[in-house]
């Protein structure tokens, strides 16, 4: 297929704001791929499924020399056109336009599997003298392009397409594609049933295969394979708990690390993955290590907790003192020693070929009793009570506390497990709750003596796809690094993820999660969300966490005056 073809549904997409419009363009499109679905991923400014985290590894400075040789004109040129233009899909437009027009007739003979092709290589190449091969196959498809479909490709390579389609739109298209619901009540049952099947597989070219064969319940899980993690919504106290999960229920500690999916291949393999799908495997030789000697069973998906604590006092510590084990890519064993982690298994949802979602949670756990070997220091159940009465869940809640640990779970007994879902099967406790989990946006550079570093950022929680703003936030982080999660460390990362500047304003990927304590929530026409934190403060820096998990704007709302 002609890679025109795509550019124009690009084209279309970044016309218009409004969601239905968007389903109903994608729809059309999804038509049109039925035989490829993996050109899917190219809607999602992606080349690679959702779950598969290989990055193309291409910085702006890379894009800004590849422009430049496409368009035979120096970096220092092609820079000048980003200050004037703020986005190097543009420039890459501008540059070859100007090219092209002196190239009489030309068109282009770009395919979108040429397309795809070449920027899948881009992953497998690293290392020495890399870069050149990097720029030479960007270049290759630039040479081929017209100057629109370049703005497209360079915006791919650097996984910002701008056309606002986030998953739940994709979603939507593929239900009206496959399904053509005939009213809001059919539309709302096939949407549940693909978003179920999503969270599973968190591969939409797998999913528009399926559902358009009308076989979306044979997706199957597969070690290896991540699946979205249940999520739990909060309680505001015990009695609370008990309305939403029921009587009698589990009350586990809930502990201050950080979520791991564990998943034993049948080919003995175990790998280790984020909340967000990322594969940590290589970072924690501990898990595997645990896992291998203490876990019964060929093939099996654990839910679990890796916790820290201090290997001299055996103290459990909370998550941001091991959250630098997550990124970590060299050192490894010394880490290990230096930030040991116990893990703390809570669920398991595969088994031995067998999918357990459906299987009541009292049973699940009975499971994991009876193929995990406790180790302390090792490997552990989420410590966990079975009761009705709250003076004994008040009593196991201080247990929790004293022991240095965030809090509780309540669990419904006898709930499945929801990949993916908020769904209140069970719900987190935590004494001192004022705290959301928000992206970052954008940010101001400081002035004075904090100049040469961000010091304000913008922070938003998410209605469906949509990023809504409800603060600014400039307390919390450090001036001096030793101190904590420091404004240089934040300015470091933030850089890299820099789409446009003007100004002091710099507007950045949404990809950083930080933890936001604030007072309360205002209704406050400011922001886009309609509200403000007052006294916001950031809290922890949540490497292990993506988009997908910030709060809500529900969430957000149900707070104010509270
Ligand atoms: P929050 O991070 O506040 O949304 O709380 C939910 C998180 O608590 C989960 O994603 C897990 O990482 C963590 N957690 C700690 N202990 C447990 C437990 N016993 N059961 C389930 N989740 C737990």
């Known amino acids: 297929m002609e890679y025109k073809k795509i550019c124009d549904v690009y084209h279309s997409l970044e016309s218009t704001t409004k ?68 986005d190097l899909g543009k420039v890459a437009e501008f540059v070859l336009g100007k090219k092209k027009q002196q190239m009489a007739l030309f068109s282009s003979k770009l395919s979108i599997e040429k397309v795809m ?259 302390v220091f090792k490997i552990v159940l989420a410590k966990q009570i079975i009761t009705d009465d709250g003076g004994i869940v008040e009593k196991f809640y201080e247990d929790a506390i004293s022991e240095n640990q965030e809090g509780l779970m309540g669990k419904n007994l006898s709930a499945p497990y929801k990949p993916g879902a908020r769904v209140g099967y069970a719900v987190k406790l935590k004494p001192e709750d004022k705290d959301f989990d928000l992206i970052i946006t954008g940010a101001e550079w400081g002035t004075g003596k904090r100049a040469g570093w961000l010091t304000s950022f913008d922070v938003a929680c998410k209605n469906n796809d949509e990023f809504l703003q409800v603060g600014k936030v400039s307390t919390g982080l450090k001036e001096k690094p030793e101190e904590g999660l420091s404004f240089s460390e934040m300015t470091e990362i933030l850089k890299k993820l820099a789409v446009e500047e003007s100004g002091r304003k710099v507007v950045v990927k949404p990809e950083i999660v930080v933890a936001v304590q604030y007072q309360n929530v205002q209704k406050s026409p400011t922001y886009s969300s309609g509200h403000a934190l007052r006294f916001p403060r950031i809290v922890r820096l949540r490497e292990d966490r993506g988009a997908g998990d910030i709060a809500t704007l529900e969430e957000v709302s149900g707070e104010v005056g509270g």
């Not at 729809?27 to 999602?44: G, N, S, T, V, W």
């Open 117 to 375: 092709t070449n920027l899948r290589r881009l992953p497998s190449l690293e290392g020495k003298g890399t870069v050149e091969i990097k720029i030479g196959l960007i270049v290759e498809l630039l040479h081929s392009a017209t100057p629109k479909e370049a703005k497209y490709i360079i915006r791919t390579v650097l996984s910002d397409l701008k056309i606002g389609v986030g998953s739940g739109i994709l979603r939507d298209a593929i239900v009206r594609y496959c399904f053509k619901p005939k009213d809001i009540e059919e539309k709302k049952v096939y949407s549940v049933a693909v978003q179920e099947a999503y969270d599973k597989s968190t591969d939409f070219a797998e999913i528009l295969a399926k559902a358009c064969n009308n076989e979306l319940a044979k997706i199957k899980l597969k070690p290896g394979k991540p699946v979205k993690v249940m999520l739990f919504p909060k309680a505001k106290n015990i009695d609370d708990a008990f309305r939403i999960v029921g009587k009698p229920a589990a009350f586990e500690y809930k502990y201050d690390g950080f979520r791991v999916m564990i998943n034993k291949e049948e080919n003995g393999k175990i790998k280790i993955f984020t909340r967000r799908l990322e594969e940590v495997t290589k970072q924690f030789p501990d898990i595997v290590e645990y896992v291998k000697s203490n876990v019964k069973g060929k093939s099996f998906i654990l839910d679990a907790e890796a916790v820290g604590f201090n290997a001299k006092t055996k103290k459990y510590t909370d998550f941001q003192a091991i959250s630098q084990r997550i990124r970590r890519k060299y050192d490894i064993e010394g880490m290990r020693k230096r930030l040991p982690i116990e893990l703390a298994v809570f669920d398991i949802i595969y088994f031995e070929g067998d999918n357990l979602i459906e299987m009541p949670f009292s049973k699940r756990r009975k499971l994991i009793k009876k193929i995990v070997r406790e180790e």
């Open 19 to 86: 969601g239905l419009e968007k389903t109903e363009i994608l729809a059309k499109f999804l038509r049109e791929i039925h035989d490829e679905p993996e050109l899917i991923y190219l809607l999602q400014g992606n080349v690679f499924a959702d779950y598969d985290h290989r990055e193309l590894g291409i910085s702006h400075q890379l894009v800004i020399k590849t422009i430049g040789k496409a368009g035979g004109i120096s970096d220092a040129e092609v820079v000048d056109e980003f200050k004037k233009l703020g």
